[in-house]
């Protein structure tokens, strides 16, 4: 196992985590009219994901001799809620990514391992829900255009 590596890789999930905190907390506050009623839970609910797993894998920096950062990953702001679908699954793909990176310092070691398949099963589990979430607000945001624009002709 290449401790320095790992670490590394586990301080930049540990980042990516923090601002995932940060950027879905903003969004179940800045939500608006009937998306606030549909979305504020899903939103809350991925900011404490996102505050667990940033504390688990700190400790396993700690674990590993390292330090954890405190820096997030910078937060993608907006309050329009197909914006805040797709930077949260560009997110949770960064996730995937950063962990699926990590993996590779850590074969050797069984628990590692497995620890960061798990993750990466959940991260990735998460994509496919928000991809569905995604597809389905478009889908509705294009019907209710084409609504409107029948009313108006």
């Known amino acids: 196992m290449d401790k320095p590596k790992l670490i590394e890789k586990l301080n930049e999930a540990v980042s990516l985590e923090l601002g995932g905190l940060l950027q879905y907390n903003q969004y179940s506050h800045v939500l608006m009219g009937e998306a606030r009623r549909v979305w504020q ?22 674990s ?19 914006e805040m679908l797709q930077f949260s699954l560009e997110h949770e793909r960064k996730a995937v990514q950063t962990y699926t990176a990590a993996l590779a310092f850590c074969e050797d070691n069984a628990g590692y391992r497995n620890l960061l398949e ?3 099963e959940s991260e990735q589990d998460d994509c496919e829900e928000i991809e569905k979430y995604l597809n389905q607000v478009k889908k509705t945001v294009a019907e209710s255009h084409g609504k409107r624009a029948t009313k108006s002709a």
């Open 41 to 62: 839970e899903f939103f809350e609910e991925s900011a404490d994901e996102s505050f667990q797993h940033a504390k688990k894998f700190a400790a396993k920096v700690v």
């Open 118 to 120: 798990d993750q990466i």
């Open 64 to 82: 590993l001799g390292g330090t954890p950062t405190v820096e997030p990953e910078a937060v993608r702001q907006t309050t329009d809620i197909v």
